[in-house]
């Protein structure tokens, strides 16, 4: 059996990036060994063979002066020069794009197939943020052999940025069927409507948009048994800390402390367990004012779809090629309160049209999202990277 190495220039794994791991934990025919510069949450992502770091020792360490200090002049760390030797991996899949142009170094050494898969921020808002990754990424292109994007806009980013187009594989991100539970939604008119988010609380998860159409539609029907849930929280960073208290202020604008559940961050098997609690999903993304997007299309809208929810959400990135507008939710504009409105205040209004879009979620994640169809895809990719 071949192996491949998941390189992750960062932890291996935060808790908000469980496709890295359906990555990693479901392939068939390679052997993954995860090259990463720390862990953490290993408990709720297990891996067979991991080579880190270990940067959490504290930057007295020697071992991380010496990975930092030939890292920025030779662009490789000898920690992992070692281990490639042991390993002799096939081939290098890289998780997210700084990550493939910090393995350029050693890819050279080793003469080994790199694949990158981009994910969304490390597209347009990276680069504008960090200028000097613009000449970066052109050189990733040209030494890289593929690219992985998650559906066409970010495909059509990529060739901005200057990717060959050539190069560039659509490669949607697959979910395990087998643990997303499908359930069609039916309304229990004792419980009322129960309404689910779910999202970091950052601009671009458009949470507060949610909020405020949740609270209009209240508004409108007072008498309606209406319950909203919100998974997430900040990550105590300034942005995320605005947008805390700018959610909070419109549960208090509209009097819906009694509407709202606010449970915090959940790992993923809880929150696939709250699908199933709940009868809509929304999540209206936005393209952040710092230009920050969800570059192809969150993992959580392609669940719920997959559990038989019907998915209210935005024109944005690769949302339109998960959730089929009419068929299996609904899309608006970015920004549009009033079409959220409208839209959610339809699906809470016409409960017997959940069980029909359900059925259209789940087939269209079944026959594109599949975890175990990607994954066969994904070692096509890895066999014809080494022909």
């Known amino acids: 059996m071949k192996t491949v190495i998941h ?25 993954p060994i995860v090259y990463c510069t720390d862990t953490e949450n290993l408990d709720i992502y297990p891996t067979d063979s991991i080579r880190a770091l270990g940067l959490s020792q504290g930057k007295s360490a020697p071992k991380y ?6 890292n920025k002049i030779f662009n490789f760390c000898p920690s992992f020069y070692i281990a490639l030797g042991k390993d002799k991996p096939a081939l290098i899949h890289a998780h997210f794009g700084p990550s493939g142009y910090h393995f350029l170094g050693l890819k050279k050494i080793f003469k080994l197939p790199l694949i990158t898969a981009f994910y969304g ?12 990754w613009e ?18 806009h970010m495909k059509n980013c990529l060739i901005g940025l200057g990717c060959p187009r050539d190069k560039i594989i659509v490669q949607h991100q697959g979910v395990d069927l087998g643990r997303i539970q499908f359930e069609p939604r039916r309304l229990n008119r004792d419980e009322g409507v129960k309404i689910l988010v779910f999202g970091r609380f950052t601009e671009k998860k458009g949470i507060p948009y949610a909020v405020e159409a949740f609270g209009l539609v209240k508004q409108a029907h007072p008498n309606l048994k209406l319950r909203l849930t ?23 604008k509209y009097n819906l402390g009694k509407n709202i559940n606010l449970v915090g961050y959940q790992p993923q098997p809880g929150f696939l367990k709250e699908l199933l609690y709940h009868h809509i999903f929304i999540h209206p993304s936005i393209h952040a004012s710092n230009g920050d997007n969800e570059g192809g299309a969150p993992v959580s809208i392609i669940e719920a779809s997959a559990s038989g929810m019907p998915v209210l959400s935005t024109k944005h990135c690769d949302i339109p090629e998960v959730v089929i507008d009419g068929e299996s939710g609904y899309l608006v504009a970015e920004r549009d309160t009033d079409a959220l409105r409208d839209r959610l205040e ?17 087939k269209h994640i079944e026959q594109n999202y599949d975890i175990e169809k990607q994954i066969c895809r994904l070692e096509e990719i890895y066999d014809t990277s080494l022909n």
């Open 230 to 252: 919100i998974i997430g929280e900040s990550d105590g960073g300034v942005q995320g800390e605005e947008e805390k208290k700018g959610i909070f202020r419109l549960i208090g």
């Open 7 to 31: 390189y992750k220039w960062g932890p291996y794994l935060p808790i908000t990036e469980a496709w890295i791991y359906g990555q990693i934990n479901n392939l068939k025919k390679y052997r």
């Open 121 to 132: 921020y490390d597209l347009g808002v990276f680069t504008r943020r960090y200028p000097k």
């Open 135 to 152: 000449k970066r990424y052109k050189r990733l292109f040209r030494e890289g052999e593929f690219f992985l994007a998650e559906g066409n």
């Open 65 to 70: 002066f010496l990975n930092k200090a030939f």
């Open 346 to 362: 339809f699906l809470v209004l016409n409960p017997r049209i959940w069980e029909k879009m359900g059925l259209a979620g789940r």
